[in-house]
C-alpha cells in the first residue's frame, strides 16, 4: 500500500515568489512536475495545497532550501542587475532559469565573502580605484594597468590565451575582487557585475571561449570601476537606451585598449607594414591575437577605433566570427567527463576557495559548512586545498 503524502499549509504567495524569482512559467513548472497547469496556479492562488513529496519536488526545481516554503513572508532580496542587453525595447527578453540562478550563486558567494573576511579580518589586498565615464578611455586603460601591476612585457610573455586567463584573473582577484565563471546561456549573456557591496564581483559565463571570458573580464572591470554594475551581451549598443549605450562603449573602448595597448600596436611590425584600410587578412590578425592574448575580434575592433580598417569590413568579419565561435560552442557542449575539485576552483576562484578554508582552519566555519559553500561533496576537500595552495 501507497504512503500517503500529506498537504502542506504554505502561503501562496510563497509559491509564486519561489516560481517567479527562478524564471518559470505556471505551464513549464507542471510539465516538469508531469502536473497539469491548473494545480499551480490554485496552489498560488490559495485554492488547493500541495503535498511535502510535491514541495520537496518544487524545492529542487526553483532550487531553493525546503524550508523557504514555511515562510510566512517573501525574503527579500537584492533586486536583480540593470539589464543593458542589446533587447528589443518593447518586449525585452525576461532573465532565463539559469541567469537568475547564476546571479542568485553570485550574490550568495559574496555574502560568503563578506561576512568570512569580517570574521577572519582579512583585508583586501588594495583600494579599488574609479574611473569615470567623462575620462578617456585608453588613458584610464593605461591608468588601470598601472593599478594592476601588469607590464605589457610580462602580458606578451605569457605562453598562451589560457595562461593569459588564468594570470589576469589572479590580478584581478589580488585587487579584492571576486570572479567567478558560472553556467548561463550563452546567447543571453557574456557575463555580469555586481558593484552594490564593499566586495564587488565580476562574473563571466562558463561556456564562453578562453578569449572572450579574458575580454569579458576587462568590460566588467569597466563597469565596476565607473560603480555601474549591470549584466551584459556585448552586442550592438545602438538598440540600448543613450546613456546604457554610452557606458557599454566605454567599456568595450577601456577593456580593448587595456589588453591592447594603443602604442604597442601601432609599433608592431604587421601594422607598420600593413597598406590600405579595406583588408586585413586572417593570418595577420591571428598572429597579432596570438601576441597580445586576444581574439581576432579584439583586434580588429581596436584596428577601427584607430582608423586602420574599413567599417564593412569589420562588421564582415565579426558576423563570419560569431557564426565559428557557435559551431564551436557545439562541440564544447559534449564536452568530457567533469573534474569536481577543478571545476570548484574555476567556478569559485581562488581567492574565495582559499578564504573559506582558511575560515574551516580557524574554527570559523565547519567541514560540512565548507562543503556546502564550495558546492562540492566533502570526499574532493582535501583535492581542492591541493589545487589552491600557492594561489593567493
Known sequence: MARRSFEIDVEPKILKWARETSGLSPETVANRMNLDSETIYKWENGEKKPTLSQLKRLSNLYKRPLAVFFLSECPKEPPLPKDYRSLPKIHPKPFSQKTLLAIRQ???????????????????????????????????????????????????????????????????????????????????????????????????NEADAVNAKIFSFFHELGHILLHKGGLCDLK?????????????????????????????????????????????????????????????????????????????????????????????????????????PKRCLQEIGGVLVSLILDSYRKDIITYSDVADYLFIRTKYIPKVEKLVEGYV
Not at 582579512?122 to 578617456?136: C, F, G, Q, V
Not at 583586434?299 to 567599417?311: C, G, H, P, T, Y
Open 106 to 204: 553570485a550574490r550568495r558567494l559574496q555574502n560568503i565573502a563578506i561576512e568570512l573576511s569580517k570574521l577572519t579580518e582579512r583585508k583586501s589586498a588594495s583600494d579599488i580605484i574609479k574611473i569615470n565615464l567623462e575620462d578617456d578611455p585608453e588613458a584610464a586603460a593605461r591608468r588601470v594597468r598601472d593599478w594592476l601591476n601588469v607590464s605589457i612585457d610580462n602580458q606578451i610573455k605569457w605562453k598562451n590565451e589560457s595562461i593569459a586567463f588564468i594570470e589576469w584573473k589572479k590580478n584581478i582577484e589580488r585587487k579584492g575582487i571576486l570572479v567567478f565563471q558560472l553556467k548561463m546561456p550563452i546567447d543571453e549573456t557574456r557575463g555580469f557585475s555586481l558593484t552594490d557591496s564593499e566586495i564587488p564581483v565580476i562574473v563571466v
Open 236 to 340: 550592438d549598443e545602438s538598440l540600448l537606451s543613450a546613456e546604457d549605450a554610452n557606458i557599454e562603449v566605454f567599456c568595450n573602448h577601456f577593456a580593448g585598449a587595456l589588453l591592447v595597448p594603443k602604442d604597442v600596436l601601432l609599433k608592431h611590425d604587421i601594422v607598420k607594414n600593413h597598406y590600405g584600410l579595406s583588408k586585413w587578412s586572417d593570418d595577420e590578425l591571428s598572429k597579432l591575437a596570438k601576441y597580445f592574448k586576444v581574439s581576432k575580434e579584439v583586434i580588429l575592433r581596436r584596428l577601427l577605433i584607430l582608423d586602420l580598417v574599413d567599417l564593412n569590413f569589420y562588421y564582415e568579419k565579426r558576423e563570419e566570427w560569431e557564426l565559428q565561435a557557435q559551431s564551436l560552442l557545439e562541440k564544447k557542449k559534449k564536452g568530457g567527463r567533469a573534474n569536481p
